[in-house]
């Protein structure tokens, strides 16, 4: 990931892929926002937390594979 680019999650929906939300780098954290308002609040967590959460939610019993 390119520090500052945001990226949207291929689940983001049909249409106009506006079902989601964004991340960007932004060393040392992660961006997150609203894909259907990207000009409106921005949060930012520490890359390690990120990380974790991440890994929460892939190893989740209801996680898809």
Known sequence: MTRGAWKKSSYSGGGEGNACVEV???????????????????????LPAFTAFLAALRDSPGAKE
């Open 24 to 46: 960007a780098l932004d060393h040392p954290h992660i961006a997150v926002r609203d894909s259907k308002t990207p000009a409106r609040a921005t949060l930012t967590f520490p």
